[in-house]
């Protein structure tokens, strides 16, 4: 099966965002990775809502919405009004994860959870039936361009072991110096999905490059 490849525009160029979101729209991406940061949960600002609300309007791929910040279950209503498809919360800045998962579900999005690089995957046992996908970061989250962490291909492994165990049909996406060369081994660990934004906004052609990454 051909992976699934969601394009961040945290590397975009915001000077002129809708020319790299057109971009996008005219390639072979399946969906458009959206980083929100609040300089809390990670030492970095992105954007928010207001920008979001033209790139939604923008954007004809389905939107992969990422929060890294605290109690993200607070902002279920504005990311649903962005008509996002995936929801994706962190693991450690959810208490009570069940219920922010359902809580997701019944606004209509499908729920993902994302786990932090010295989170193990074996916390995720209890839920993996409940969530549309899980998002292992291969980094840790806060800013575009940094160095993939290899330990998180052997994360990649246990987690496809966890799912078939569970007979769950999850999905599995890595987030964070995402690459040709290491997309290619994420994708033999057993990865379904992956961002990348440095490694495609920083390509002369990332048409070329997002049509390189869905034939891995
Ligand atoms: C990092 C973000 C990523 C980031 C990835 O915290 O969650 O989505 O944009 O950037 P690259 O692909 O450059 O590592
Ligand atoms: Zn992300």
């Not at 809390?40 to 920008?51: C, E, L």
């Not at 934004?197 to 490059?209: C, L, N, Q, R, Y």
Request: with cysteine; glycine share 6%.
């Amino acid at each position: 099966m051909k992976p699934i490849i969601s394009p961040s525009i945290l590397s975009a160029d915001f000077a002129h965002l809708a020319k790299d979101i057109e971009m996008i729209n005219q390639s072979d991406a399946d969906w458009a990775h959206i980083d929100i940061m609040d300089g809390v949960f990670v030492p970095n600002i992105s954007f928010g809502f207001p920008v979001l609300k033209y790139v939604a309007e923008l954007s004809t791929k389905p939107l992969d919405v990422h929060l890294m910040i605290v109690e993200p279950q607070k902002f279920i209503p504005e990311v649903k009004a962005l008509g996002a498809h995936t929801m994706n919360v962190h693991y450690e800045a959810c208490t009570h994860l069940h219920r922010v998962v359902q809580e997701i579900r019944e606004a209509g999005m499908q729920p993902a959870v994302t786990i932090n690089p010295a989170t193990p995957v074996t916390l995720l046992q209890d839920i993996i039936s409940d969530l549309y996908m899980v998002l292992i970061m291969s980094v840790n989250p806060g800013f575009g361009g940094q160095k993939f962490i290899p330990h998180s291909l052997e994360k990649v492994r246990q987690l496809r072991e966890l799912i078939d165990y569970a007979g769950a049909n999850t999905l599995i996406e890595v987030d964070g110096g995402v690459n040709l060369e290491t997309g290619k081994a994420l994708i033999d660990a057993g990865a379904d999905v992956l961002v990348a934004g440095s490694a495609i906004f920083g390509t002369p052609d990332p048409i070329e490059t997002i049509r390189q990454m869905k034939a891995l």
